[in-house]
């Protein structure tokens, strides 16, 4: 290696430093919070695993899209820790699912009234 390129890595290691340390420190200072984001805000993927990226949400304050808010502040904001907002999120399936066998049974017992 020429002195060139191993004046080059050693910069370009210390820069990568340097913005991996930032990024640690913005998210020593931030905390996901889940139920806060406007629809098309949220800042990844969801609990669904419908989409995988920001801006993606279309509906405003879903329990299962989060956003970075200044840590401490998501519960006052109204929002949910990722434990919390998953037991929400599966309770929530749990009940559509169970919604949806029984109209399925009602919609097959009509028919076979018919």
Do not use: F
């Not at 820069?15 to 629809?39: I, N």
């Not at 805000?41 to 695993?49: I, Y």
């Not at 879903?62 to 929400?88: F, H, N, T």
């Amino acid at each position: 290696m020429n002195k060139s390129t191993t004046a080059s890595l050693a910069i370009a290691s210390l820069l990568s430093l340097g913005v991996a340390a930032d990024a640690q420190a913005a998210k020593d200072k931030k905390e996901k919070c889940y139920g806060v984001a406007l629809a098309g805000q949220n800042d990844c993927g969801n609990l669904a695993g419908t989409h995988s990226c920001a801006g993606q949400s279309t509906i405003d304050n879903d329990i299962g899209e989060w956003k970075l808010v200044p840590k401490g502040s998501c519960q006052e904001m109204g929002g949910y820790s990722r434990q919390d907002a998953k037991k929400m999120y599966q309770s929530l399936k749990n009940s559509s699912d169970k919604m949806k066998d029984k109209a399925k049974h009602m919609k097959d017992k009509a028919m076979s009234m018919k």
